[in-house]
């Protein structure tokens, strides 16, 4: 089993920035991928961005340019920074772990964008 505790979501202007963390515990296989998707009300959940232990990243062009993601692996922690936020970015974002042929979801953390 692994767990995901997702933190650093809110409210904020349109143009703010906010930096959301999923900490990772539990069964960590080293070879690991983790990722942010989103779901906004109405619509399917989406990817946002996603970074292997190997170090691949991968941005849905809806966010390039705006969004960094990083990982700490010696904290099995990832980040993502989002800046230049627009208020089409409003949802729960949620964080996922894949590793071992298993997935994990965190609990989701709202983000809101006010215009």
């Known amino acids: 089993q692994v767990q995901l505790v997702e933190s650093g979501g809110g409210l904020v202007q349109a143009g703010g920035s906010l930096r959301l963390s999923c900490a990772a515990s539990?069964?960590?296989?080293?070879?690991?991928?983790m990722g942010w998707y989103r779901q906004a009300p109405g619509k399917q959940r989406e990817l946002v961005a996603s970074?292997?232990?190997?170090?691949?990243?991968y941005y849905a062009d809806s966010v390039k340019g705006r969004f960094t993601i990083s990982r700490d692996n010696a904290k099995n922690t990832v980040y993502v920074q989002m800046n230049s936020l627009k208020p089409e970015d409003s949802a729960v974002y949620y964080c996922?772990?894949?590793?071992?042929?298993?997935?994990?979801w965190g609990q989701g953390t709202q983000v809101t964008v006010s215009s």
């Open positions: 996922k772990y894949s590793g071992n042929w298993r997935n994990y």
């Open positions: 539990g069964s960590i296989f080293r070879t690991n991928t």
């Open positions: 970074i292997s232990s190997g170090g691949t990243i």
